[in-house]
């Protein structure tokens, strides 16, 4: 605090010669500000001062501004720093209050003063401030009669709607303290009711007293649960998970609804209804901790407002007659609410919030107060902010959009049972529910799961009583149903949901087995569908490809620098980062893209909160979700081809490779090769099976190890359970097998090879190797055999996802009105005006089939003529298997120094890894090119060198911050010839300043082969048994097409898919034949800028330029490398 005054006024000239000398260290640097603190003219008044002020008075009279507020407050450093450049108008004298005569003294013995700047905070008497306000009639800052209400958030709600101010649905339920029971609060799982409204899960849970911060969160029981505890920051927490999930008994609260805002809260700091200063901070419900930068202070980002919320502030300020106020904004759906009025309050450690607030304040008294006092004063007239504009150098790219497809990560096996019911409890479950509107109904909240459970427990009841035929569902099969759903003890949405459809004539039978019992009449099918959940593994896979994927993004400077990856963070906190998520309405896709957002946003904690708030669920319009159970007629006949040729039982011929692999697949081929006899080999599969399950009975049988834990707290009880389904499931009565059964065989493999081998079963290595045969064939063919077929199929899966697809890249260059960084804040960060969008969309394994294959045979370019798809469809085509984790990249870069009309302008990348490594996969893994080609590393490894030159000798990147010196260097040899293996190394190999954080950024060298991939950093499986397989890197299936390529293919696309289902099948497999050996239009030359540049250097130029982290930025030509994370996966939505 500076030294104060003893209340000698010092001298009018005094005072200007002050202000000239002080003013320039205080914008300049804070640590000069000590330094003249001691001799500015803040009085601490006393008493006696009162009696010998009129002799020594200067003859103006100057304008005291009084602070009475708490010591806590009017001793902190942002009031200290403003009130120091208060005192330099000429006219203004401050004097404060001391804390003990504001408890102590009556008003009429506190300090004379012209204008109050007084507020309420812990402990202050407000009823003594506004008896001294009658008193002595200052000028008010902030009045003080509202400060009451802003002390009651019932008040606060209801003078911000009546300004019209948008505020979130709330209801208020007051409770009477004597009898609480008495409240209108109904409680139902994942809903309250208050006053007869009701609050669905999400919602919010606010006490009615402002100081009161203990503020929950309630999460619905689909994502998980439970409930966040928010409070007053303690240390480096804000809130705390609990798993409680029933709302508070006592007490009086505010139920509102919960806003989706991405994980960012915005403060919006007035001072006066004409000026406000906005920062972002991450959202304390997000996992509760609180960023702090190296000196300890909460990482807040300056915002800019939009003139909405502009407007906004002024109405708050005026409505609570707060000069200086501060309030919280959501910003949701594209509106911002306002959830939050607290009154006086400043922003912290901002020197140009002090030298504005200031300046307004000071301002704003001498207008009001000078002309009574007779002091000469006009308003100055200042220069608004000039933003500044940067300009660019080199041709260089910004990456202005990106959109990722990514599937789940390791699962559970997916199990499912079928059982056909016509008891009529079930029919009116299915009435009751509204299974009538659409034949088909599905249950997955708890209450709908229990009454399936009662059911089946009352049928039971009744078998057992007597052998009564009326009840047909198999007793079996009942019991498997209670079994199932009695299986953890509890319901939560995510793990089990049973579908019904409705059978106007019952069940067509299949098998011979059933034919005997045939009924006639109306029944139900009955689809049981439980496991298939997100795996510790999955989630761990997920996190690290979160961690990964930030590394695609620029920058990274200020706290986070040498941070892989923090170039992301800076930019989501500063709202120029749009980033959505979406993830279909499965529990495991929606558990990997909270785990992906996890690791991409650097969060901690629950995945519950983050699932809430910053996933999407895209359910609607079937953008990632698709019915499997409607088939499209292609598909079927696909199948029923597929079990065909895969019932013979002979060895492939020739005539089979032409059926079954037309496209002529090295994957499909290698895998017949493998096979050679379908029969025969699930002849021995099906023997492997037998074989499995009887070790597993002898373990059983075996009481050391017969209640043996296994992965995921399976027991060898349901591992048998598994298997014997299986065993009894693939081989029909009539001898024959279940083809469609063997996607699930090796799912079962693959999924007991990685986690469960601690167990030494013995001969399963040979099962995973003929069940991964089988299933290489399987489940691509089952997305269409011919290309017309795969492109069909897929279109029926994806013209949703490609329209929005086609939306995602037409906004990004569109809307630049949304959240911009302030101008003035924005030095090192590029073009600050601009944003990102990043759109995530996770699904399942039949979306990124499907939108693999429009990409592949939609006729997006001709392989003939271009030599980089060629070599792309050659690798896509080696790929057998698209695991879990699997991305679809897509990249969108603008080149600024283009004209906006111009065809260069937009220049898309399109990107591909097939997710996580199999258990065997070491030697027969398909090269790619790596990720983003141009690069020295290609030198290293040579593939097929002349295709790769022409790619190579693009122009270098020459993207760099505004102001350094070009920089070229060759990449430092100590980082590219070391192999790094894992994450951990991301931390040493940290940005040097020469480099601007270019080298560490570069998570994987380009070529496949030594790339290093994402694995946790301990070499520790999870629970004891499991390791975490790592993921594919990125590899680049195209880098110089343009966007209006891309946007023509996607046009043709989706309208091609609507034609199609209009017309029938065979037309449509003569229309694709035809379309597919002329494509569906002539490819634009890529844009390597007509070929021009490549000539322009020799090609012993280092091909590795230092400059802005090159993720920034990407050359007109190929470009260069990026850097690169396996984990390009984000969801798209609007």
Not at 111 to 134: N, Q, T
Not at 300 to 319: G, I, N, S
Not at 1075 to 1095: D, K
Request: charged share 25%.
């Amino acid at each position: 605090m500076s030294r104060l005054c003893d209340g000698k006024r010092p001298e009018a000239g005094e005072g200007q010669r002050r202000s000239s000398a002080d003013s320039d260290p205080v914008e300049d640097d804070e640590s000069d500000v000590r330094v003249m603190e001691s001799d500015v003219k803040i009085d601490m008044f006393r008493e006696e001062d009162m009696e010998d002020d009129d002799d020594e008075s200067p003859p103006e009279r100057l304008i005291v501004v009084g602070i009475c507020c708490m010591m806590k407050k009017s001793r902190s450093k942002p009031m200290t720093q403003i009130l120091e450049r208060l005192c330099k108008f000429d006219y203004i004298e401050v004097v404060i209050f001391p804390e003990d005569v504001i408890l102590e003294e009556p008003v009429d013995k506190w300090p004379l003063c012209d204008c109050l700047i007084s507020f309420h905070s812990k402990g202050f008497p407000l009823d003594k401030a506004v008896e001294y306000a009658k008193l002595r009639n200052p000028l008010l800052i902030n009045d003080l009669n509202m400060q009451y209400f802003i002390q009651d958030r019932r008040e606060v709600y209801r003078i911000l709607q009546e300004e019209g101010i948008d505020l979130p649905r709330y209801g208020v339920l007051n409770r009477d303290p004597d009898n609480p029971e008495e409240c209108n609060l109904v409680e139902g799982e994942d809903h309250v009711e208050v006053n007869g409204e009701v609050f669905p899960k999400p919602f919010v849970e606010k006490p009615v007293c402002a100081e009161d911060h203990n503020v929950y969160i309630y999460y619905p029981t689909s994502a998980g649960g439970g409930s966040q505890r928010l409070f007053r920051k303690i240390g480096s927490r804000s809130s705390v998970y609990s798993p409680e999930t029933s709302v508070r008994k006592t007490g009086s609260y505010i139920y509102e609804e919960f806003m989706p805002t991405d994980g960012t809260d915005v403060k919006v700091y007035t001072v006066g209804p004409d000026y406000a200063h906005a920062e972002a901070r991450k959202s304390p419900a997000l996992d509760g901790k609180v960023e702090r930068d190296s000196e300890g202070k909460e990482i807040r980002y300056p915002v800019m407002l939009t003139a909405m919320e502009k407007l906004v502030a002024r109405k708050v300020c005026l409505a609570f007659k707060q000069t200086v106020c501060g309030f919280d904004l959501l910003r949701a759906n594209g509106h911002s609410f306002v959830c939050d009025v607290n009154g006086f309050s400043f922003v912290k450690n901002s020197m140009k919030y002090y030298d504005d607030c200031a300046k307004v304040l000071g301002n704003m008294v001498m207008r009001e107060l000078a002309p009574q006092f007779h002091i000469p004063w006009s308003i100055p007239m200042e220069a608004e902010d000039i933003p500044i504009v940067p300009t660019t150098s080199g041709t260089m790219m910004e990456l202005r959009c990106v959109i990722a497809i990514i599937r789940h990560g390791d699962r559970t096996p997916k199990q499912k049972m079928k059982m056909e019911v016509r008891h009529p409890l079930f029919f009116e479950l299915f009435e009751k529910f509204g299974g009538y509107k659409s034949g088909k109904l599905k249950l997955k909240k708890p209450k709908q799961l229990q009454e399936v459970l009662d059911i089946a427990r009352l049928l039971l009841l009744e078998l057992g009583q007597h052998n009564d035929c009326e009840i047909e569902e198999k007793k079996s099969k009942l019991e498997q149903l209670k079994t199932v759903l009695e299986m953890y003890g509890h319901f939560s949405g995510i793990n089990r949901k049973v579908q019904l459809t409705y059978l106007r004539n019952g069940q067509p039978k299949a098998s011979s087995e059933e034919e005997d019992c045939k009924r006639e009449g109306p029944s139900l099918l009955l689809v049981l569908k439980w496991g298939g959940e997100l795996t510790p593994a999955g989630r761990v896979q997920a996190e690290e490809l979160g961690r990964a994927f930030r590394c695609m993004y620029p920058g990274g400077q200020g706290d986070y620098a040498g941070f892989p990856g923090c170039g992301l963070l800076r930019l989501h906190s500063t709202y120029r980062h749009d980033l959505k998520i979406y993830a279909s309405d499965e529990g495991r896709v929606q558990m990997t893209a909270a785990a992906f957002a996890k690791g991409l946003l650097a969060l901690e904690g629950e995945l519950t909160p983050i699932l809430v708030q910053m996933v999407k669920s895209a359910n609607m319009n079937g953008l990632l979700d698709s019915d499997s159970d409607s088939l499209t007629d292609c598909q079927q006949k696909v199948k029923a081809r597929l079990h065909e040729i895969m019932q013979k039982d002979m060895e492939f011929s020739q005539d089979d490779y032409q059926k079954l692999a037309p496209t002529g697949s090295p994957s499909l081929v290698n895998s017949m090769k493998i096979i050679q006899n379908p029969v025969k080999t699930c002849d021995k599969v099906y023997t492997l099976i037998q074989n499995l399950t009887s070790q597993i009975r002898k373990r059983l049988e075996d009481p050391k190890s017969s209640d043996l834990q296994l992965y995921h707290s399976e027991t060898l009880e349901l591992m048998l359970q598994r298997w014997s389904k299986l065993e009894r499931d693939f081989r029909m009565k009539s001898g024959r097998y279940d083809i469609s059964k063997i996607p699930d065989i090796y799912d079962c493999i693959k999924y007991d090879s990685q986690h469960n081998a601690s167990l030494g079963l013995e001969e399963t290595l040979e099962l995973f190797r003929l069940s991964r045969a089988l299933a290489d064939i399987i489940i691509p063919q089952e997305y269409g055999i011919s290309k017309a077929e795969k492109l069909d199929i897929a279109q029926a899966y994806c013209v949703p996802l490609m329209k929005k697809i086609q939306l995602d890249l037409q906004r990004t260059h569109e809307d630049e009105a949304v959240n911009k960084l302030h101008p003035l804040y924005s030095r090192g960060v590029m073009s600050p005006g601009r944003h990102v969008r990043t759109r995530l969309y996770f699904t399942s394994e039949s979306h990124v089939h499907s939108l693999l294959s429009i990409f592949r045979y939609g006729g997006l370019l001709d392989e003939d003529k271009d030599q980089q798809w060629n070599q792309a469809m050659d690798y896509l085509s080696a790929v057998t298997e698209l695991n879990y984790m699997t991305q679809i990249v897509i990249m969108l870069y603008e080149d600024n120094n283009k004209d906006p009309s111009s065809e260069e302008r937009f220049h898309v990348e399109l990107h591909f890894s097939p997710g996580v490594k199999g258990c065997e996969d070491e030697e027969n893994v398909p090269l790619g090119f790596g990720f983003r080609p141009a690069s020295s590393e290609n030198q290293d490894k040579k593939p097929n060198q002349g295709s790769m030159e022409d790619l190579s000798q693009d122009q270098p990147d020459q993207a760099l911050p505004f102001s350094d010196p070009i920089n070229i260097q060759r990449r430092s040899p100590m980082i590219r010839n070391r192999k790094t293996g894992s994450m951990e190394v991301l931390s040493e190999t940290s940005p040097t300043q020469s480099t601007k954080g270019c080298t560490s950024h570069r998570l994987f060298p380009m070529g496949s082969r030594q790339s290093p991939e994402i694995k946790p950093a301990s070499g520790l499986g999870f629970e004891g048994c499991s390791m975490v397989p790592s993921i594919y890197p990125l590899e680049t299936l195209h880098n110089s097409l343009s966007l209006k390529q891309v946007d023509q293919f996607l046009n043709t696309v989706c309208e091609s898919s609507s034609e199609a289902h209009a017309k029938t099948m065979k037309a449509l497999s003569g229309l694709f034949d035809s379309q597919s050996q002329t494509s569906l239009y002539s490819p634009q030359q890529p844009l390597s800028s007509s070929g021009s540049e490549a000539s322009l250097r020799p090609p012993s130029q280092p091909l590795w330029h230092g400059s802005v982290p090159s993720s920034a930025v990407s050359s007109a030509g190929p470009s260069s490398p990026m850097t690169e994370s396996s984990a390009l996966s984000f969801s798209f939505s609007e």
